[in-house]
């Protein structure tokens, strides 16, 4: 009976995400800023441009039949929302700075509107998936590694040019795991402010 289930399409659960999109722009700034490091690290795990985002709430494993009322919390946050005017502000690492098993980019949040945003999407899907633990830091993955790089002091001194821009919707991503890197495709898309 449980393998019959497992081999219905409808029984296969979506890895889903909610984020939003980095503009082209500030893409080509990022590029430039972790180009020396790409260099000096070849063996991270460098994220292919067309998968860098800004998550605001990563779902994971989710049920389809949970799909529709995914998209109508995270319809009713952005429509609760506003446009956000961001920018680009410097390259860092997760955990810290010598061992760095994230390197980012990271994105400004100087009056908390996108941390209040994630915590509003947080709030809004908790009748089926965990709460954040952690403060959210809006940032760009650019690259993991395991083990951890080793960082020098001057490694992320890099110039990341502060390119401005306005975060204007929002997008439920699914995750299609694939080698050498997954593949992002919007499963829903929703403007800030409606």
Same mark, same amino acid.
């Not at 984020?19 to 991270?44: H, K, N, S, T």
């Not at 860092?92 to 509003?120: K, N, Q």
């Given at each position: 009976?449980?393998?019959? @289930?497992?081999?219905?399409?409808? !029984? ?5 995400? =909610? ?6 722009? +500030?893409? @080509?700034?990022? $590029? ?12 991270? @795990?460098?994220?292919?441009? *067309? ?7 990563? /779902? ?7 799909? %529709?009322? =995914?998209?109508?919390?995270? +319809?009713?946050? !952005?429509? &609760? ?18 061992? &760095?098993?994230? /390197?980012? !980019?990271?994105? $400004?949040?100087?009056? %908390?509107? #996108? ?11 908790? %009748? &089926?998936?965990?709460? *954040? ?17 080793? #960082?020098? $002091?001057?490694? #992320? ?9 306005? =975060? ?8 299609? #795991? ?6 992002? *495709?919007?499963? !829903? ?6």
């Amino acid at each position: 009976m449980a393998r019959d @289930r497992a081999a219905r399409p409808d !029984a296969k659960s979506l890895r889903l995400f =909610v984020a939003f999109e980095v503009p082209d722009e +500030a893409q @080509r700034a990022i $590029d430039g800023a972790i180009a020396p490091l790409r260099e000096r690290f070849p063996q991270a @795990r460098w994220v292919p441009t *067309e998968n860098r985002h800004v998550t605001l709430k990563f /779902l994971g494993q989710t049920w389809p039949r949970l799909g %529709g009322w =995914v998209e109508e919390q995270v +319809a009713t946050v !952005a429509s &609760a929302g506003a446009p956000v005017e961001t920018r680009l502000t410097a390259v860092g690492s997760f955990p810290h700075g010598r061992r &760095a098993r994230v /390197l980012w !980019a990271g994105v $400004d949040d100087p009056d %908390g509107r #996108l941390a209040r945003l994630s915590e509003s999407l947080d709030d809004a899907l908790a %009748g &089926a998936f965990g709460r *954040e633990t952690r403060a959210y830091t809006p940032h760009v993955t650019v690259a993991r590694s395991d083990p951890p790089l080793r #960082l020098g $002091d001057d490694d #992320l001194h890099v110039h990341l040019e502060p390119v401005a821009f306005t =975060v204007g919707r929002i997008v439920v991503f699914r995750s299609h #795991l694939r080698r050498p890197a997954p593949r992002y *495709e919007a499963f !829903a898309t929703f403007p800030l402010g409606g």
